[in-house]
């Protein structure tokens, strides 16, 4: 597999279910080395697209290229050098946590140098691996999803929601293997509905909605270009009053405070007349990845700006 190629490359990719679309012209190229955000409601069709990237599905149309391959017709080759946890992970429940992450491994057709290892830093004991799947909690079976994932060291993780059902104890394990993977060199795909998260890990995100895709951006530029969180508390015991000009920022009351979303740009002017009244306290907060994402999908006619 040449470096020189990018870790996923989708050209105009679309999958139709018969009259339904699960995804329509999609470009997205994902370069190696970073852990790239995948970002969508649900029914926005990022299955859809993991499923082709992975070899589960075949496009309708379009082209798909992961490590330079195609998952379709290059998949025994694909495989080994693909890690992937499902959204909605199924294992047999009469294999034990062992036998399961044997069969996975011959499945992936490669060496599991890290399965040890993984199953250690994750808290899956020899004892807890001689047990029945069917005996593992919805957390134990997500560990496990996650060691068959990252077991063969894969130079590709595609990871649809890794940390449903973890405690906060393993969610930073996995923040720790998420860090290493891209130290390594490791590209990872991670789709998640949990937005600090995405934004604590992801430089670069793309948000797809109704199976087309919306943007494609750097996290730091998507929440920069967004509202900042403006939140006053007023002293005169008045509570909720006319703002003027601001009332246009979506004010929400709580008591004698109010939150304000304030364009970028306009904050300055926006601190200037509203501290012209009883301001007793006063806060200016960066907007997270949430309200940069939420507001595309409150603004349909929201889409990628050069």
Wanted: with cysteine.
């Amino acid at each position: 597999m040449q470096r020189a190629t990018p870790a996923i490359e989708l050209n105009a990719l679309t999958k139709r279910y018969g009259k339904t679309i699960g995804v329509e012209r999609l470009d997205i190229t994902v370069n190696r080395g970073e852990v790239f955000g995948f970002l969508g409601p649900n029914g926005a069709g990022k299955t859809t697209t993991i499923r082709c990237l992975v070899g589960l599905l075949r496009p309708t149309s379009g082209r798909v290229r992961v490590l330079g391959l195609d998952p379709i017709a290059d998949h025994l080759r694909l495989t080994p050098a693909l890690g992937y946890l499902p959204g909605e992970l199924r294992l047999y429940p009469e294999l034990t946590g062992r036998q399961t992450l044997e069969l996975l491994a011959d499945l992936q057709g490669a060496a599991v140098p890290r399965c040890a290892e993984l199953c250690e830093r994750l808290a899956l004991s020899d004892a807890v691996l001689g047990r029945r799947v069917l005996e593992y909690s919805r957390g134990m079976k997500q560990k496990l999803g996650l060691v068959q994932a990252l077991q063969h060291d894969p130079e590709l993780v595609v990871l649809d929601e890794p940390t449903e059902g973890l405690d906060p104890l393993v969610q930073e394990t996995f923040f720790e293997l998420l860090a290493e993977a891209v130290a390594a060199g490791r590209t990872v795909l991670l789709s998640s509905h949990v937005l600090p998260e995405v934004q604590r890990t992801c430089e670069r995100v793309a948000i797809v909605r109704d199976g087309r895709l919306v943007t494609v951006r750097r996290v730091a530029a998507l929440r920069d270009a967004r509202a900042r969180k403006v939140r006053l508390t007023f002293t005169d015991g008045q509570g909720r009053r006319p703002l003027g000009a601001a009332e246009e920022w979506a004010p929400k009351w709580e008591g004698e405070q109010v939150e304000l979303l304030v364009p970028p740009d306009q904050v300055v002017g926006a601190l200037r007349d509203l501290l012209t009244l009883p301001v007793g306290d006063l806060t200016v907060e960066e907007a997270g990845l949430d309200e940069a994402f939420l507001d595309f999908y409150r603004h349909p006619d929201a889409e990628d700006q050069p």
